[in-house]
């Protein structure tokens, strides 16, 4: 029986769900409070990487980036923003894309791989403020505050992935994403994905 190879570079697709907390304050106004909205949607992009086998043990690189649509809304109380007084506040926020780039170990029992993974997390993060009256925050109340943000952190998971052909294969995982401070973002995603793995067997 021939044993199978991990070591290769790979291209590949992932589709996903993602769920998780966002403050849209802090993307406008750079606090940090408890003002948090629920926020989930799917995601779907591309992945390249680069791996090598020795014996059981699979090390690797993984980049991708995905355009996502994990949104949410909802409607809160908030003394100020920017030493403005707001009162009522309508908030919409949404993350765009995520991109990260990773290390992963693996073990590998033939066409089989366990692996946990981890590295950096950037993503982009949209907010839309209104008062209760209906009138824009952002160019409206404040004309100087951003409602987008580039946000950077760290992701951490651990994921399956089969080899059904010497170069292709499938894999689902798990992946928790944050932004430098758990207040301002944290999402989960649990992804599946197919490779292509130049090389193989």
Known sequence: MPIYNWTGIYFGMNAGYGWGQQDPLNIVSNRFDNNSIGMSGGLFGGTIGAQIQ???VVLGLEADIDWANIKGASAFFTPSVAG??????????NIGWVSTARARVGYANQNWLLYAT???AILGAKTDLTTVAGQ???GGVLRNCAGTSRQVGG????????GF??????????????????????HSEVR???NYRMGGN
């Not at 403005?84 to 926020?93: E, M, P, R």
């Open 155 to 162: 992701v951490t998971g651990s994921g399956l992935e089969y």
């Open 118 to 120: 981890g590295g950096l």
């Open 54 to 56: 020795s014996g059981h």
């Open 192 to 194: 599946v994905g197919v």
């Open 165 to 186: 052909t010497p170069n292709w294969s499938a894999k689902v995982e798990y992946l928790y994403v944050t932004a430098v401070s758990l207040d301002v973002s944290h």
């Open 84 to 93: 403005v007084a707001l009162g009522g506040v309508n908030a919409t926020t």
């Open 136 to 138: 824009p925050v952002c």
